[in-house]
């Protein structure tokens, strides 16, 4: 099972920050959470990962809260092509992952 | 880099007949590749877990003997769905485990069985 939840669905204006919020409460002290997108008929693309520091990358930035159960997925600039499905993921200890029903990000123009 | 790709990207099969599944990782080594399905609308489910060398392991409720997987060397894991069934129309994708534990997915193949 899914060990994270997300709201279903979000819309954001085109070139604003879209903020995709996870929650990960029963996350332990070593494992990751990773955030990918599935446009639609694709497969999933890996955006970031982090553990408990807040990273950033050329696609998005990761803020993750300090107790760790709940993360921040910032798109700073979205775009229509980034109207996708977002997978909050925390894998399980065999490094399997389990998809939740993940934020349908709709940017509107 | 991190680069995975699924051959074909899309097959049309009659009922009973078998369809094999390539997955390849393009340019790092992977000892570990996962499978997925995905029906329309829903999320992506784990099929099971291929590690090179060794049997699959398969999630509960997916038959080992109809999804059968081989993982014989470090870059290629092949899924072959056995007597295919209309049921078993889906999308699946593979990934294949990189650095750090990162998943990179291939594009996905489009099984549609009449």
């Known amino acids: 099972d899914a060990k994270t939840t997300q709201p279903p669905s979000m819309d954001c204006a085109e070139g604003r920050a879209a903020n995709l919020p996870c929650n990960h409460s029963t996350i332990s002290g070593n494992e990751y959470v990773y955030w990918y997108r599935q446009i639609h008929s694709q497969g999933p693309q890996y955006i970031i990962h982090?553990?408990?520091n807040n990273e950033t990358n050329e696609m998005a930035s990761l803020i993750i809260t300090e107790d760790r159960k709940s993360s921040t997925l910032i798109l700073p600039h979205a775009t229509l092509r980034d109207t996708a499905v977002y997978y909050c993921?925390?894998?399980?200890?065999?490094?399997?992952?389990?998809f939740g029903t993940g934020t349908s990000l709709t940017v509107i123009p | 880099g991190a680069v995975v790709s699924q051959h074909p990207s899309w097959v049309i099969c009659k009922s009973g007949t078998s369809v094999k599944i390539e997955c390849r990782s393009l340019?790092?080594?992977?000892?570990?590749m996962f499978w997925y399905r995905q029906f329309p609308k829903q999320s992506l489910m784990l099929m099971a877990t291929s590690n090179e060398g060794s049997k699959a392991t398969y999630e509960q409720g997916v038959e080992k003997d109809k999804f059968l997987i081989n993982h014989a060397s470090l870059t290629l894991s092949t899924l072959t769905v056995t007597s295919a069934h209309p049921e078993d129309s889906s999308f699946y994708i593979c990934?294949?485990?990189?650095?750090?534990?990162?998943?990179?997915f291939g594009p996905g193949t489009r099984l549609t069985v009449l």
């Open positions: 982090g553990l408990k």
């Open positions: 990934s294949a485990r990189g650095q750090i534990d990162t998943q990179y």
């Open positions: 340019d790092f080594q992977a000892t570990t």
């Open positions: 993921i925390v894998p399980n200890t065999g490094n399997q992952f389990y």
